[in-house]
């Protein structure tokens, strides 16, 4: 299969994300790399200590385009 170049960085990321303790990232939609959810574990010793985090990203056909510092400032 031919991927593009977003499409490629994401997966990327998704793998170096799940293996983080306390980190999950899925799609959310099997089929569709550019909508993800993430699951993120308060730390221990802390105000969110036993709580369950839920984050949604959604990314385009120009993910990482810019460099992160340009893509800071947008």
Known sequence: DMYS?????????????????????RRLIPSNIFELVALIEGLPQTIWENGVFQIFMKFDENYNLFSKHRAALI
Do not use: M, P
Request: negative net charge; hydrophobic residues 45%.
């Open 5 to 25: 170049r977003a499409h490629l960085i994401i997966q990327s990321e998704i793998d170096e994300a799940n293996n983080e303790k306390g980190l999950i990232v």
